[in-house]
């Protein structure tokens, strides 16, 4: 069953890029005790790779085994390899390249040097999923990708997650894990995206969300809007679903929401 949603907020986003940092760090060295490697889903934006940065910047970082940890992303643009736009790119020289990974256990989805169209790349990382999913035994289980422990979520201004937008075919997506997108009202046009049936497959959904230009999209998302008009509505993680908000994404959500949830 998915759980309720539960809120964090933090006084900033340097604060809250840390804290989101130190109980990253924590959950992966539990799960890596419970299960011998540890799985995280990495999101991009400013928020997402800031986070890592302050990962990399965490004395605590040495608690997780770097080398067995999996590392996949939610989304990516459809760019070059060596695009400064990649989530991947971002995404290592905040974190991958300063600690010591298993190249083995990276999995960026593949660019426009490898893929003619962002439909083939989506194709291509599904299949990298279900032989994830396989390799762990996991043929049962209602979506074809492994096991996620933490799956990182940033939220547009438009409400969009991942490459998912509002009113787009991949946010409609029921059955497939990944999807190519093109027309992406945010530039880069071509991206591709988990889906949000894979995305629930994750045991934690972590929203991460700093600034006013969020509050809205954040305000609706936490009061019952439905995922195709908001996306960020949709993520329900199986065991939890945390939002780590700064005051400033917070500023629009109702008192009686805010009660409920955790001010630090
Ligand atoms: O393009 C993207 O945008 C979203 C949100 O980014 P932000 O800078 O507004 O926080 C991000 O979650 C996604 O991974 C990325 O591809």
Excluded: C
Excluded at 236 to 258: F, H, I, N, V, Y
């Amino acid at each position: 069953m998915n759980a309720e949603p539960v809120l964090h907020v933090h006084p900033d986003q340097e604060i809250l890029a840390a804290a989101v940092a130190r109980r990253l760090v924590g959950r992966l060295a539990i799960a890596q005790r419970e299960r011998g490697e540890a799985t995280v889903v990495l999101t991009g934006g400013t928020l997402g790779i800031n986070t890592l940065k302050a990962v990399a910047a965490e004395p605590s970082r040495t608690d997780v085994d770097w080398s067995r940890v999996n590392f996949w992303w939610g989304d990516e643009r459809f760019v070059a390899k060596d695009s400064p736009d990649r989530n991947e790119l971002q995404a290592r020289q905040a974190l991958l390249d300063l600690v010591e990974v298993d190249e083995s256990r990276v999995h960026p989805f593949g660019s426009a040097d490898e893929h003619a169209t962002p439909f083939d790349a989506a194709d291509a990382y599904a299949e990298e999923l279900r032989e994830a999913a396989r390799l762990e035994g996991g043929d049962g289980a209602q979506m074809p990708v492994p096991t996620f422990d933490v799956l990182l979520l940033g939220v547009g201004p438009d409400a969009h997650i991942a490459s998912l937008f509002p009113e787009m075919a991949g946010i409609r997506e029921e059955e497939r894990t990944v999807v190519g997108v093109e027309n992406s009202p945010k530039p880069p046009p071509q991206r591709v995206s988990l889906t949000l049936p894979a995305i629930n497959s994750a045991a934690e959904i972590w929203l991460v969300v700093a600034g006013d230009d969020k509050a809205g999209a954040v305000g609706l998302a936490l009061a019952g809007a439905g995922p195709v008009q908001v996306p960020a509505a949709g993520p329900k993680g199986r065991e939890e679903t945390l939002w780590m908000l700064d005051q400033a994404a917070a500023s629009q959500l109702p008192d009686s929401l805010l009660a409920g949830g955790e001010t630090f």
